[in-house]
């Protein structure tokens, strides 16, 4: 028998056939292989002998295994039964770990009443009012109501006139004779009882001042009315 | 393939008894247990027997199978009939849960690559474990078979790293391709031939340091 190189150079035909050697023995090989195999070995004395060293090597692992079967225990599967039904006791608890706080929130609230589930609602949307209400404050409206001293709410357009009331004109008369004229008081009473009244511009039939004045004087509610010069 | 009796248990519920592999996996995912037992009983001495020869030793080998089939149970839908045989799958999974017992006991390194390994010298295999000797130079009828020397080879096949030792196991033990194998171990197909080679040259060097290669070469 020659002795077989063990030292491999680069792989070449040869050695690419040798290495197939083994799986010729088990019967592994594709058809081609198989073929390529045996028109190689009948001209390489090194392959047959390989080749001979592998049937030896395949039926000694095989009888060594035949010597050497695992059984498992008669228990071993039972076991293996207890670990599953274990481990499939366990997914809820597990699955429930894992959850997102999102996921959780949407779990307990789809287990949540009805009615509870509303209360929470508005009671969130109420919170969350207020807060947007404190986080944007320039949104706020402006009040409705102003002092008579707020400048910003008095009209800058319009004649105005400064009228002294009787004593005796009730807050009924007055408004009254406000609302003749279209006019408004946007100042006073001063510390003589002198009220600042402004009169409608753009109205149709738009007042004349003149007009105005002529009516005011002619009521026994009214102890003065006098027009007020533009910038004065 | 296997001609391994089914070892009895307990009677699981299940449906009706799958014929093939792809039937008998199929019924396993819809979490069928008589035919997990089925498989059980089919698969698990095979893969037991492998799994001893990888561990060399039975302490581990029930875990590790019961690991394996575990995982089955699991993962039974994630098998692809296209990318190989049922086996092939199997000892897939087996194989790396014995490389796992292997880790956590410390005879494997996975930071080593197992092919640049040091060839394993005379005098180290020798101190590693009691060696079976030659007593007298074999005669023919012992070399008739070359490499039957039960204890010896058994010996020579523990001394090879666990790659090399399932190549062996998988080629001889198991009829698998190289492909197969391939498959298995995860690696390249011309990585489990190169493994093959040097499992060949170290079991040759160890049973020419114990008398036997001589021996098989007289035999001519």
Same mark, same amino acid.
């Given at each position: 028998?020659?002795?077989?190189?063990?030292?491999?150079?680069?792989?070449?035909?040869?050695?690419e056939?040798?290495?197939?050697?083994?799986?010729?023995?088990?019967?592994?090989l594709?058809?081609?292989?198989?073929?390529?195999?045996?028109?190689?070995?009948?001209?390489?004395?090194?392959?047959?002998?390989?080749?001979?060293?592998?049937?030896?090597?395949?039926?000694?692992?095989?009888?060594?295994?035949?010597?050497e079967?695992?059984?498992?225990?008669?228990?071993?599967?039972d076991?293996?039964?207890?670990?599953?039904?274990?481990?499939?006791?366990?997914?809820?608890?597990?699955?429930?770990?894992?959850?997102?706080?999102?996921?959780?929130?949407?779990?307990?609230?789809?287990?949540?009443?009805?009615?509870?589930?509303?209360?929470?609602?508005?009671?969130n949307?109420?919170?969350?009012?207020?807060?947007?209400?404190?986080?944007l404050?320039?949104?706020?409206?402006?009040?409705?109501?102003?002092?008579?001293?707020?400048?910003?709410?008095?009209?800058?357009?319009?004649?105005?006139?400064?009228?002294?009331?009787?004593?005796?004109?009730?807050?009924?008369?007055?408004?009254?004779?406000?609302?003749?004229?279209?006019?408004?008081?946007?100042?006073?009473?001063?510390?003589?009882?002198?009220?600042?009244?402004?009169?409608?511009?753009?109205?149709?039939?738009?007042?004349?001042?003149?007009?105005?004045?002529?009516?005011?004087?002619?009521?026994?509610?009214?102890?003065?009315?006098?027009?007020?010069?533009?910038?004065? | 393939m296997?001609?391994?009796?089914?070892?009895?248990?307990?009677?699981?519920?299940?449906?009706?008894?799958?014929?093939?592999?792809?039937?008998?996996?199929?019924?396993?995912?819809?979490?069928?247990?008589? =035919?997990?037992? $089925? @498989?059980?009983?089919?698969?698990?001495?095979?893969?037991?027997?492998?799994? !001893? %020869?990888? &561990?060399? #030793?039975?302490?581990?080998?029930?875990?590790?199978?019961?690991?394996?089939?575990?995982?089955?149970?699991?993962?039974?839908?994630r098998?692809?009939? =296209?990318?190989? $045989? @049922?086996?092939?799958?199997?000892?897939?999974?087996a194989h790396?849960?014995g !490389? %796992?017992? &292997?880790? #956590?006991?410390?005879?494997?390194?996975?930071?080593?690559?197992?092919?640049?390994?040091?060839?394993?010298?005379?005098?180290?295999?020798?101190?590693?474990?009691?060696?079976?000797?030659?007593?007298?130079?074999?005669?023919?009828?012992?070399?008739?078979?070359?490499?039957? &020397?039960?204890?010896?080879?058994?010996?020579?096949?523990?001394?090879?790293?666990?790659?090399?030792?399932?190549?062996?196991?998988?080629?001889?033990?198991?009829?698998?391709?190289?492909?197969?194998?391939?498959?298995?171990?995860?690696?390249?197909?011309?990585t489990?031939k190169?493994?093959?080679?040097?499992?060949?040259?170290?079991?040759?060097?160890?049973?020419?340091?114990?008398?036997?290669?001589?021996?098989?070469?007289?035999?001519?």
């Open positions: 028998m020659p002795t077989i190189p063990m030292d491999r150079p680069a792989l070449g035909a040869h050695e056939i040798e290495a197939l050697l083994p799986w010729y023995v088990n019967g592994a594709t058809p081609a292989e198989t073929a390529t195999v045996e028109r190689h070995c009948v001209e390489c004395p090194t392959c047959r002998a390989e080749l001979e060293q592998c049937c030896l090597l395949a039926a000694a692992v095989q009888r060594n295994n035949i010597d079967i695992w059984q498992p225990s008669p228990g071993d599967f076991r293996l039964l207890a670990d599953i039904d274990r481990l499939e006791a366990k997914p809820a608890f597990v699955a429930a770990r894992s959850l997102t706080l999102f996921q959780r929130l949407r779990d307990w609230l789809g287990a949540t009443p009805n009615s509870v589930r509303w209360t929470l609602a508005l009671e949307l109420t919170v969350a009012g207020l807060l947007l209400a404190i986080a404050p320039l949104s706020r409206p402006t009040p409705d109501y102003e002092t008579l001293s707020s400048r910003a709410g008095q009209p800058v357009a319009g004649p105005r006139l400064r009228v002294i009331f009787a004593n005796a004109a009730t807050m009924g008369e007055i408004q009254e004779i406000l609302r003749s004229i279209g006019g408004s008081i946007v100042a006073g009473p001063t510390a003589l009882g002198v009220y600042t009244v402004v009169l409608p511009v753009g109205a149709r039939p738009e007042p004349t001042p003149a007009h105005v004045l002529t009516q005011l004087r002619g009521l026994h509610q009214i102890k003065l009315a006098e027009p007020i010069a533009e910038g004065g | 296997s001609q391994y009796p089914a070892p009895s248990s307990r009677p699981v519920a299940g449906t009706a008894t799958p014929s093939t592999d792809l039937e008998l996996i199929r019924a396993v995912a819809r979490k069928d247990r008589q =035919a997990f037992k $089925q @498989l059980y009983d089919q698969y698990a001495p095979r893969i037991g027997s492998y799994l !001893l %020869k990888l &561990l060399k #030793q039975h302490e581990g080998v029930s875990e590790a199978v019961n690991d394996t089939m575990l995982a089955v149970w699991q993962n039974a839908e098998f692809d009939p =296209a990318a190989g $045989q @049922l086996s092939t799958w199997l000892f897939g999974i790396h849960k !490389l %796992k017992v &292997l880790w #956590q006991v410390g005879k494997f390194r996975a930071d080593q690559p197992i092919d640049t390994l040091p060839p394993i010298t005379l005098d180290e295999a020798g101190d590693r474990e009691e060696a079976p000797q030659a007593t007298t130079a074999p005669g023919p009828e012992q070399t008739v078979m070359g490499w039957e &020397l039960g204890a010896v080879l058994k010996w020579a096949l523990d001394q090879l790293s666990p790659e090399h030792r399932s190549v062996i196991e998988l080629t001889f033990g198991e009829d698998c391709s190289y492909p197969e194998i391939a498959k298995i171990v995860g690696c390249p197909p011309n489990v190169t493994r093959m080679f040097h499992a060949r040259k170290k079991l040759a060097q160890l049973l020419a340091q114990r008398g036997y290669w001589d021996a098989a070469k007289l035999k001519e």
